[in-house]
């Protein structure tokens, strides 16, 4: 029905300091409403947790209700939606937050991959054609200069071996690597392909500035497919109109 993305406050900014959101490749997710062909709703935060527990309740300036006000945006204008899908594996802590989220909110909270065999969700992600590269590295055995940009497919096998070796999460859900889906089977409209990266190294690893990047068209795409909406509903919280950019 529609897709739903947080963004930092700061354009550029490529990494805010969030217990629970990604932040990194930002710049390139608003493409992805023309991808898929759905409305992208998004809304800016700072990315601060002030309940930083397990468990959360209602605190005012938390970033998870950043996602309460973006979700409630999205049921405004989108009445029927009934559930949100989120990418949770491991994390309690993230669960947890959108699940509490979704109950203020009436909708059901899913996670097809909750707890489900990391190997085989990456088995699996690969298999399906999802194309999704590495734009941030932070682990023991991730080099920056060799790694960055490379496709989850590519670095599979490098995965498991830091797994044997390491013991890190093979999906990732130790921090130790983010990716950014340049295609996959929901993308029925275009693919992205990027133009200009720049790796940008630090202390903890690496990250891979998209500075350009652009987007094909798939065949039999309807030419009308880049009128999917970009909908920025940072000033709802104030009763402002949504804006679509």
Known sequence: VALANLLPTEAEVDELDSFCFQTVGHNVVSAYATCCGLPLFRRRFSG???????????????????????????????????????????????????????????????????HQPQAKLLRQM????????????????????????????????????LQRKYDVNVCGEGG??????????????????LT?????????????KIRRFELERKQGAPPDASAAEVIDVTGDAMGDAPVTV
Not at 84 to 92: E, F, M, N, R
Not at 143 to 155: C, I, N, R, V, Y
Not at 176 to 193: G, M, N, S, V
Not at 196 to 208: F, Y
């Open 126 to 161: 690969c298999a399906a054609g999802i194309q999704a590269v590495l734009i941030k590295v932070a682990a023991i055995g991730l080099d920056p200069t060799k790694h960055l940009g490379k496709s989850l497919a590519e670095m599979e096998a490098h995965l498991h071996s």
């Open 196 to 208: 200009e990266t720049e790796a940008v190294h630090d202390s903890q690893g690496g990250m891979l």
């Open 176 to 193: 130790e690597y983010e990716t950014l889906t340049l295609d996959c089977p929901l993308f029925t409209q275009a693919r992205i392909k």
């Open 48 to 114: 601060e947790a002030k309940q930083t527990g397990m468990a959360y309740s209602e605190t005012k300036g938390d970033e998870v209700e950043d996602l309460f006000l973006l979700l409630k945006a999205v049921k405004k204008r989108i009445p029927e939606v009934q559930a949100v899908s989120s990418g949770a594996i491991a994390s309690d802590y993230q669960r947890l937050r959108v699940e509490e989220v979704c109950s203020r909110l009436g909708l059901l909270s899913l996670a097809y991959m909750w």
